[in-house]
């Protein structure tokens, strides 16, 4: 599904965020990313996500190289993975529903199927019955959730989670975590990145681990 | 491996006319309900565009009223003939058909001094005193119009000249020779006004370029977890264009109504003027074709604005 082939990235500043990466996840795998800040873990966040194009090497999703995507290919390149944020990034002047909408009105699909669909993610997440609020009237752990369930709405076939429950108590990261879990059972890549070494260690998947830009343990 | 652009699967199976249609006309009403949070600052901006297109239509429209009162006026190239006091009745008659068989000249009219005073005294307002004279001090005039080939400056030149040869005539005066400068003056306008509205609505682009820019800002969150979630470039610009197309379509209105709403208090005074001058001459609105030009050419303002800002704004992003 994910596969890095000898990626650097070097920023116009000279530093080298990533350093000759190779990993692959496979379809429908469930894995960790860690490492301490300034490890790499967002540039290759964003390397995915093409908010930033390697330097050097291939990053492969789908079996497509998206680092070499025309501008005008990449919206689409990203539809397939559902990105999920520490900061949930909510549109705070729209209700629930409008914003687990919003990947399906950019897509363009039609209301009744909106509609459908927003419904589905949001049972899934447990927030049925809460469409017309807005976030801001919504706990931490609620807004976290809206936001998976805008990640999920189109179904993508990978999940992308930056420090998912950085904000959160335990017991409400458990609750995000097994969400996770419930995705990834059916077939969902999800690739998790989390210095909560804890909670990785406690769930028991395959661990990624960045250092100084290097790729030190894919295997975990 | 796979290639550049290979198997980009675009969600087409899921792609409808209809929904799409819908997404516009949304986006389009959504634009103008933004505005509704805050008309003050949205009104203000249509408001400055408004004033800034009103000056060059405005001035547009005087023009056109000035060129259609000269036009009113079909005695354009008129040479008024004085006659010596010492001509008599027959001497002027003489002399009128004289000039009426010359070749240069379409038509001869006589204006008998008799005549004259007599219409004077009707309507200058000093009949009382016209009657305390004891001589006509008015000369005979003859109302000559040269053919058309005279019609030049140049032409009108050499045979004013010639008139002024013959002894009997004792002044010659080109009767409508202002409304030529008048012409002149209003050509030279017209190109002014072109100057001035390329240069004003250079200013309508940058006040909705500033605008937008700000809004932009406003919304930078909306944009980046928009892009994120995969909106195509199209999609992000789309809102901005339709508020680009709303202050340039109510700019454009409000211009034009004040415009009108300028004529409509200048007109009163106007006619008045006119009045005294024996001219039924009104004021004339902006047309209404023209009036859609200029709507037309505030929302082309409007959106061109609108997409500079905007399509900048994204290829920053983009990488």
């Not at chain 2, 080939?149 to 010659?172: G, H, M, R, Y």
């Not at chain 2, 928009?226 to 789309?238: D, E, H, K, P, Y």
């Not at chain 2, 005294?276 to 004339?284: P, R």
């Amino acid at each position: 599904m994910l596969q890095f082939i000898n990626v650097s990235k070097r920023y116009s500043s000279g530093a080298d965020a990533l350093k000759n990466v190779n990993f692959e996840l496979q379809k429908g795998e469930m894995a960790f990313l860690t490492g301490h800040s300034g490890a790499g873990k967002s540039t290759l966040l964003k390397l995915i996500a093409i908010l930033e194009r390697s330097t050097q090497g291939q990053v492969m999703l789908d079996n497509q190289n998206i680092g070499r995507l025309s501008k005008r290919n990449v919206p689409y390149a990203r539809r397939k993975i559902g990105m999920i944020f520490q900061d949930h990034r909510l549109l705070h002047d729209r209700t629930v529903f409008d914003n687990v909408a919003l990947p399906l009105i950019i897509a363009g699909l039609d209301r009744h199927e909106i509609q459908r669909r927003v419904r589905a993610a949001l049972d899934k997440v447990n927030l049925l019955g809460k469409e017309q609020r807005y976030p801001i009237t919504l706990s931490g752990g609620e807004q976290q959730r809206i936001g998976i369930a805008r990640a999920v709405v189109n179904r993508p076939p990978m999940i992308l989670a930056d420090e998912p429950t950085g904000n959160l108590d335990p017991a409400l990261s458990e609750e995000i975590m097994q969400l996770f879990e419930q995705f990834n059972q059916v077939g969902v890549t999800v690739l998790v990145a989390s210095h909560d070494i804890s909670l990785i260690q406690r769930m028991g998947y395959r661990t990624l681990q960045l250092s100084q830009g290097e790729m030190v343990n894919k295997d975990g | 491996m796979a290639s550049r652009r290979g198997n980009i699967q675009r969600p087409m199976r899921s792609f409808n006319l209809r929904s799409y249609l819908l997404i516009h006309l949304h986006t389009f009403f959504a634009s103008l309900g933004r505005f509704s949070r805050a008309p003050f600052n949205f009104m203000m901006t249509v408001g400055v565009i408004a004033i800034t297109l009103s000056l060059p239509s405005g001035l547009l429209v005087s023009i056109n009223n000035l060129k259609s009162l000269s036009g009113q006026v079909d005695l354009n190239n008129n040479i008024s003939l004085f006659l010596n006091q010492s001509v008599n009745l027959e001497q002027a008659t003489q002399l009128t058909t004289s000039l009426a068989n010359n070749e240069k000249i379409t038509q001869a009219i006589l204006i008998n001094k008799n005549a004259a005073l007599e219409e004077f005294r009707q309507y200058s307002g000093f009949g009382s005193a016209i009657s305390v004279l004891e001589d006509n001090p008015l000369p005979h005039v003859i109302q000559i119009t040269p053919i058309a080939t005279f019609n030049n400056p140049v032409a009108l030149k050499s045979l004013v000249d010639e008139l002024k040869q013959q002894n009997d005539i004792q002044l010659v005066q080109m009767d409508m020779g202002w409304l030529d400068r008048l012409n002149g003056i209003l050509n030279i306008a017209q190109r002014g006004v072109s100057i001035i509205t390329i240069l004003l609505g250079l200013a309508v682009l940058l006040i909705v370029s500033n605008t937008i820019r700000l809004e932009l800002q406003n919304r930078q969150d909306e944009i980046d977890i928009t892009r994120l979630v995969g909106a195509t470039r199209s999609f992000i610009m789309r809102p901005f264009i339709y508020s680009g197309f709303w202050y340039g379509f109510l700019g454009g209105v409000f211009a034009c109504i004040l415009v009108n709403l300028a004529i409509w208090l200048i007109d009163g005074p106007a006619s008045s003027l006119a009045n005294l001058y024996n001219s039924a001459f009104n004021l004339t609105f902006m047309p209404f074709s023209h009036a859609m030009l200029w709507i037309l050419f505030s929302i082309f303002l409007g959106i061109s604005g609108s997409w500079i800002v905007v399509s900048r704004y994204l290829s920053e992003l983009e990488n």
